[in-house]
């Protein structure tokens, strides 16, 4: 048994044995893990077709190639120049506008508004929505419900952790949360990741705390995990010791209401 644990993909760590489900190093086609849906649909009104009825977490390196993870990082890139976070987390949400600057966030597309158009490019607002269907696509046909059913729903957004010490509540990305709890329109939460795990930075590795076990996915650029957003999916990310982690939280909601639409450059 402990020959067994100590394997390729089980590791005995402080909290007991952390399953590895998607190592940086290796390229994932598809991979699928079912666990039974949490009762948090329950308290929010269902929408037949859509609403997880089977739920789980799901990682490929498939769908994005490490090239358009690499256009998308840049994107990123330009559009954290214009602020930052004094923290060790920086937002971006190109649909809002949100943008970490010190301890606080600005509307971008209003504070820098003389800066947007030098700063962003139409096909990075294509490219951008181009992957967003990929794995909105992706997610409806591991869960078997139509793409048509899911609406893009707030806050998603890029992301930016270093290893800054953290000076507001908003730098505490660390801490374990449900996403259907935090934000009540989720449904299904994807994650792109833009950077690659010990290449880029240390730590940070996302990670799903079940009973008796803490399973792990290693960013790599392109690499896509999704999942179901109800405490079946308790999760947290693992502070950065060191470098710069970037990534894209992509999510969804069933609610026709709470969703909104892609980013325009206007």
Known sequence: MLGYLLSGSYLLGEDGVTEVLAHQGESLQYKFIEVPCSEDYDSHKRFEGCTPRKCGRGITDAIISREEAERIRRIAEKGLSLGGSDG????????SGALSLGKHFVNMYRYFSDKVHDTFTEEDFH???DVRQRIQQKIALTFGISSSSMYLTKPTFFSRINNSEAKTTHDEYWHPHIDKVTYGSFDYTSLLYLSDYTEDFGGGRFVFMDEGANRTVEPRAGRVSFFTSGSENLHHVEKVHWG???????????????GIGDPVLT
């Not at 060790?88 to 649909?95: E, T």
């Open 127 to 129: 490219l951008y929505r």
């Open 244 to 258: 710069t982690r970037y990534a894209i939280t992509i999510s969804f909601t069933c609610n026709p209401d709470h």
């Open 88 to 95: 060790g987390a920086s937002i971006l949400d190109l649909h």
